[in-house]
């Protein structure tokens, strides 16, 4: 079955940097076609970090832009999200998700804290 496993968070000071990092396991990359981070602050809706559909353009939120920058490994099944210049508003759950064409999968989260 399919897994999706976060991993890298952690407590950092303002304008530090963390990367995190996505195993989905349990199927090819090449049936992936759609792989984004999301996060969700206390209290607050979960928002688009980043995403990028199969051969797609990546999309950044905006409030993330400049700052944060997506990767995958050679596999494909690994995805990196690099955070540089850290905000305390930057404070959340991020949570990576995966699509194939049937399904969508969501990992249990990694916790960051960016202390001011």
């Known amino acids: 079955q399919v897994q999706v496993v976060e991993s890298g968070g952690g407590l950092v000071q303002a304008g530090g940097s963390l990367r995190l990092s996505c195993t989905v396991s349990?199927?090819?990359?090449?049936?992936?076609?759609?792989m984004g981070w999301y996060r969700q602050a206390p209290g607050a809706q979960r928002e688009l970090v980043v995403m990028?559909?199969?051969?797609?353009?990546?999309q950044y939120g905006d409030s993330v832009k400049g700052r944060f920058t997506f990767s995958r490994d050679n596999s494909g099944n690994i995805m990196y999200l690099q955070m540089n210049s850290l905000k305390p508003e930057d404070t959340a759950v991020y949570l990576c998700?995966?699509?194939?064409?049937?399904?969508?999968?969501w990992g249990q989260g990694t916790q960051v804290t960016v202390a001011s």
């Open positions: 349990g199927v090819d990359s090449s049936s992936l076609t759609y």
């Open positions: 998700n995966a699509h194939t064409r049937r399904n969508s999968y």
């Open positions: 990028r559909a199969r051969a797609g353009a990546y």
